[in-house]
């Protein structure tokens, strides 16, 4: 009989990889938490309007990756592609928009799209959202908070910042018609993607891949030159407040996102450790969303992070800290007829040492082969109790990984060597 194997681009997080996901999850949540968002879980299936009006009917994501079909009462569902859309429908719909809102959430995401390295079509997810707060502030507090997540994975020296501004609705019409205008007369020299993009979505022919259509558009008009006072203002007062914290960033006029729903800020923590999947992290402000959707009008910025490529680039970079490769701190094992003690020596450690990773060995067999399996956990500390251990109420500690002299201590004593040395 054939076996049944996983879906091609949707993989399965394996007990190896895990404490290294575990590890970058405690350390993006924590950061977010000292910067005042709050969780928010809202479901990975949608109504299909929610993404096609948000996203764009005519963008890559709704023409060709959304997973889409319709349920038994014949309505439209799709798997969400991405995870602002559903935030704004959830906080909509929860009444949490009469006030600012610092919110992140966390989870997969699903597209059609042909699996490589960096890019599946299960992927996960941080997100981040802001709403309610109009001004550069924010948006220069996002990016700040980003480059201090950097900081703290050890990434810094990996990746660089780049950010644009798209102006508003008013600006991006002007910019629309003046670079359609250039573009149709040059449409021979344009990629056969860019030329189909050209009346439905132009301003995405600025992200081509295409090295002739790069090649054309040095010469075209820029976003830049079409911008309004308050776009420029915007603009500028971010860039002065990124430079008073001291976050180095590049005026990228190319950048412009995927999704229709941006405008003014938009921005890429960018990496060339990874080939071509270089974006870690993305966003920028997408203040017509919320009344897009049937609100009310809401400013708002935010931004995604992807946990399989920032997985990869930790690895590249050989930022993986050397405990991630140590699930458990000691590995308790027994000689003898000792069973009943070494479940209540175990159950009282945990007790008196509430960080400790204890695995109590189960299964039997000699004290040799226990050491054997002790020394294979990765464990830095042994435990072992023993007949004489279990009659006087000790346990023996062995350091597994340093020099340290072995003792045969009390079990109390024994937790507090524990919690004074962290194994």
């Keep these: 009989m054939m076996k049944i194997r996983s879906i091609r681009g949707m993989n399965d997080l394996l007990p ?54 319709l349920d038994r009462n014949g309505e439209s569902l799709t798997l969400r592609p991405e995870g602002t859309a559903g935030c ?6 929860g009444g949490l928009l009469n006030q600012a809102q610092r919110l992140w959430y966390r989870g997969p995401m699903f597209r059609y799209e042909r699996p490589q390295k960096g890019r599946l079509r299960q992927f996960h997810q941080f997100g981040a959202e802001v709403f309610g707060l109009e001004g550069p502030d924010v948006d220069a507090e996002m990016l700040v908070m980003t480059h201090r997540l950097w900081q703290e994975l050890g990434l810094a020296s990996h990746v660089h910042l780049e950010i644009n501004s798209l102006g508003t609705a008013d600006d991006r019409a002007r910019y629309r018609a003046a670079l ?90 960018v990496t060339g450790s990874l080939g071509a999947q270089g974006t870690v992290c993305a966003g920028g402000r997408y203040d017509g969303l919320v009344e897009q959707l049937g609100g009310k009008p ?10 399989e490529r920032l997985v990869l680039l930790l690895d590249a970079a050989q930022a993986v800290p050397d405990s991630i490769a140590r699930q458990v701190d000691a590995y308790l094992v027994g000689v003898g007829d000792v069973q009943a003690a070494v479940f209540t020596t175990a159950e009282r450690l945990r007790t008196l040492c509430p960080v400790l990773r204890l695995q109590t060995h189960c299964g039997g067999g000699s004290f040799k082969s226990q050491m054997k399996k002790a020394d294979r956990s990765a464990a830095a500390l042994a435990l072992i109790v023993g007949e004489d251990e279990a009659a006087a109420g000790t346990v023996t500690v062995k350091d597994l990984r340093g020099e340290r002299p072995q003792q045969t201590l009390p079990v109390d004593e024994a937790a507090a060597l524990i919690n004074n040395t962290n194994p």
């Design 16 to 69: 190896d990889q895990s404490p290294l996901w575990q590890y970058l999850e405690e350390t993006v949540q924590g950061l977010l938490a000292r910067y005042g968002y709050r969780e928010i879980r809202f479901p990975v299936l949608e109504q299909t309007e929610l993404f096609k009006r948000s996203i764009g009917e005519v963008t890559d994501i709704v023409e060709k990756e959304m997973y889409t079909f």
């Design 180 to 269: 359609v205008s250039w573009l149709r007369e040059r449409s021979d020299r344009l990629d056969e993607d860019s030329r189909r993009r050209l009346d439905s979505n132009p301003l995405r022919i600025l992200d081509s891949k295409h090295p002739d259509t790069q090649a054309l558009l040095a010469d075209a008009p820029r976003l830049s030159q079409h911008l309004g006072d308050e776009s420029v203002e915007h603009f500028r007062r971010l860039r002065a407040l990124l430079d008073a914290a001291g976050v180095d960033y590049q005026v990228n006029e190319r950048l412009v996102r995927g999704l229709d729903y941006y405008g003014k800020t938009v921005f890429e923590w």
């Design 88 to 93: 704004v429908r959830a906080c909509e719909q």
């Design 298 to 307: 809401t400013p708002a910025v935010g931004f995604g992070l992807g946990i």
